[in-house]
């Protein structure tokens, strides 16, 4: 590291267009080693008359299909155990992880050796960028089985030279002690978890969360660390310094990051991925402008087992392509949601998380915690948008908060919205990922499984 700004000066200050002649390249590499051991991409390509053979530059991806979450489950349905997409054998996995399998039947990923070092590497990369050095103590609030929240970053931690305490979810007492009694100074986990421990440190220690004494919250796994009202509450409960990570369990475990700028997260796979911005409903591919909002797409240039082309990731970002204060040159965003939370009233698309954003702004007369119910399934939703919102300690006439409160979600987000008030401690609290959206109907079983 000649910079200690960076973990990797070359990769994360390069040209665009240097960046651009290398991925090519590997790309071109990539396909090829694709072409000669997955059967499933060999069908998917000659069923899309897309010849890899003829691909000269990047640009020229997008003649490519797309590969769907959904495909992926059924390749390993039909082909176990890690499907016809597949392009190594067990015999060359080192270590198998596993999406979080919240609808359907979970996927797994396979890792060579190879895999798991460029896994390493990326998200050393993030979690430098994200503020951590090897004098810290970080506190891992995340699962340690088969989640890509896990082990990966483990690795990455002890990679950079920090310490390493896995106490992983549902242990929220044994992670306040271990705060306490090792000197934690950084806590990684979801925004929803950190939002609980706030409230579990109250009322159980009876202390204010800030006297835990940690300098940094790394925040991932759901969309809030991006949330400006959400991230506010965290920062001032805690009195540190938030950032936010991204990733995937099919493609990198975290491969982007916020800096201390707080003005989106970085890019910081350039050499494993593509991306790509595009249209959710049209497929229209996007150019990498300040302001473009669509659904991200990657694909593997540098992947040995379970190498994806042009995988719809189902997370809508907005882009950030300005200069960053940091001196990182490649692009970044916010993540606004996941493509199957979108909601439509009457033709306005809803995100959660910007519903969530408009609730938390009236705190302390909320808590923040807030739902929205569906009586049917999406996307499209009949108003009024029914939410359920928790009053908060400040809060005196509920009357006039329910009315102020649907006021500014119909003036924010121009759709007609039903609030209905609940006592403090009312909605459910979450140590993993977040659940924005209540279900009130029966959803049919995925048909490659049982739930």
Same mark, same amino acid.
């Given at each position: 590291?000649?910079?200690?700004?960076?973990?990797?000066?070359?990769?994360?200050?390069?040209?665009?267009?240097?960046?651009?002649?290398?991925?090519?390249?590997k790309l071109r590499r990539q396909l090829r080693y694709v072409l000669d051991r997955s059967p499933f991409y060999q069908r998917k390509f000659e069923e899309a008359g897309f010849d890899a053979a003829r691909l000269r530059d990047v640009d020229d991806l997008s003649r490519a299909p797309f590969t769907h979450k959904e495909e992926l489950r059924e390749s390993?349905?039909?082909?176990?155990?890690?499907?016809?997409?597949?392009?190594?054998?067990?015999?060359?996995?080192?270590?198998?992880?596993?999406?979080?399998?919240?609808?359907?039947?979970?996927?797994?990923?396979?890792?060579?050796?190879?895999?798991?070092?460029?896994?390493?590497?990326?998200?050393?990369?993030?979690?430098?960028?994200?503020?951590?050095?090897?004098?810290?103590?970080?506190?891992?609030?995340?699962?340690?089985?088969?989640?890509?929240?896990?082990?990966?970053?483990?690795?990455?931690?002890?990679?950079?030279?920090?310490?390493?305490?896995?106490?992983?979810?549902?242990?929220?007492?044994?992670?306040?002690?271990?705060?306490?009694?090792?000197?934690?100074?950084?806590?990684?986990?979801?925004?929803?978890?950190?939002?609980?421990?706030?409230?579990?440190?109250?009322?159980?220690?009876?202390?204010?969360?800030?006297?835990?004494?940690?300098?940094?919250?790394?925040?991932?796994?759901?969309?809030?660390?991006?949330?400006?009202?959400?991230?506010?509450?965290?920062?001032?409960?805690?009195?540190?310094?938030?950032?936010?990570?991204?990733?995937?369990?099919?493609?990198?475990?975290?491969?982007?990051?916020?800096?201390?700028?707080?003005?989106?997260?970085?890019?910081?796979?350039?050499?494993?991925?593509?991306?790509?911005?595009?249209?959710?409903?049209?497929?229209?591919?996007?150019?990498?402008?300040?302001?473009?909002?669509?659904?991200?797409?990657?694909?593997?240039?540098?992947? @040995?087992?379970?190498? *994806?082309? %042009?995988? /719809?990731?189902?997370?809508?970002?907005? &882009?950030?392509?300005? =200069?960053? +204060?940091?001196?990182?040159?490649?692009?970044?965003?916010?993540?606004?949601?996941?493509?199957?939370?979108?909601?439509?009233?009457?033709?306005?698309?809803?995100?959660?998380?910007?519903?969530?954003?408009?609730?938390?702004?009236?705190?302390?007369?909320?808590?923040?915690?807030?739902?929205?119910?569906?009586?049917?399934?999406?996307?499209?939703?009949?108003?009024?948008?029914?939410?359920?919102?928790?009053?908060?300690?400040?809060?005196?006439?509920?009357?006039?908060?329910?009315? @102020?409160?649907?006021? *500014?979600? %119909?003036? /924010?987000?121009?759709?007609?919205?039903? &609030?209905?008030?609940? =006592?403090? +401690?009312?909605?459910?609290?979450?140590?993993?990922?977040?659940?924005?959206?209540?279900?009130?109907?029966?959803?049919?079983?995925?048909?490659?499984?049982?739930?």
């Amino acid at each position: 590291m000649l910079d200690e700004r960076y973990w990797n000066l070359a990769v994360e200050t390069a040209a665009p267009s240097e960046l651009t002649k290398t991925q090519a390249a590997k790309l071109r590499r990539q396909l090829r080693y694709v072409l000669d051991r997955s059967p499933f991409y060999q069908r998917k390509f000659e069923e899309a008359g897309f010849d890899a053979a003829r691909l000269r530059d990047v640009d020229d991806l997008s003649r490519a299909p797309f590969t769907h979450k959904e495909e992926l489950r059924e390749s390993q349905v039909e082909h176990p155990p890690l499907g016809e997409h597949a392009a190594a054998g067990m015999e060359e996995v080192l270590r198998v992880h596993s999406s979080t399998g919240t609808t359907g039947r979970p996927s797994y990923v396979g890792l060579t050796r190879r895999d798991r070092d460029a896994w390493t590497e990326v998200v050393s990369r993030v979690y430098w960028c994200e503020g951590l050095r090897p004098s810290d103590v970080l506190i891992h609030g995340f699962g340690l089985g088969f989640f890509v929240g896990g082990l990966p970053l483990k690795d990455a931690v002890e990679n950079i030279g920090a310490t390493f305490v896995p106490i992983g979810a549902g242990s929220s007492h044994l992670l306040v002690h271990s705060i306490e009694n090792l000197g934690g100074t950084v806590l990684t986990c979801t925004p929803s978890y950190a939002q609980y421990l706030a409230e579990f440190v109250r009322e159980r220690f009876g202390m204010e969360p800030d006297g835990l004494g940690l300098r940094r919250m790394m925040l991932g796994a759901e969309p809030g660390g991006g949330i400006p009202a959400i991230r506010r509450k965290i920062s001032e409960d805690y009195g540190a310094l938030i950032t936010e990570g991204l990733g995937n369990a099919d493609l990198i475990g975290v491969f982007a990051g916020s800096c201390d700028e707080a003005d989106g997260m970085h890019f910081l796979a350039p050499d494993h991925m593509i991306l790509e911005v595009i249209d959710p409903v049209t497929e229209d591919v996007f150019e990498w402008e300040d302001g473009v909002e669509g659904e991200l797409v990657a694909t593997h240039i540098d992947r @040995e087992c379970c190498p *994806l082309v %042009r995988f /719809r990731t189902g997370d809508r970002i907005k &882009v950030r392509m300005s =200069p960053c +204060g940091c001196g990182r040159t490649g692009p970044r965003w916010t993540c606004v949601g996941r493509t199957d939370d979108m909601l439509i009233v009457r033709g306005v698309t809803v995100w959660p998380s910007a519903v969530s954003d408009v609730v938390g702004e009236l705190r302390p007369r909320t808590t923040g915690a807030v739902q929205i119910l569906l009586g049917a399934p999406g996307p499209g939703v009949e108003p009024p948008l029914r939410l359920q919102a928790e009053y908060g300690p400040e809060a005196t006439d509920l009357d006039a908060l329910k009315g @102020e409160m649907e006021g *500014l979600l %119909r003036e /924010r987000l121009v759709v007609e919205c039903d &609030v209905e008030l609940l =006592p403090p +401690g009312t909605l459910p609290r979450f140590e993993m990922k977040a659940q924005p959206i209540r279900k009130l109907y029966e959803e049919p079983l995925f048909r490659g499984g049982t739930r």
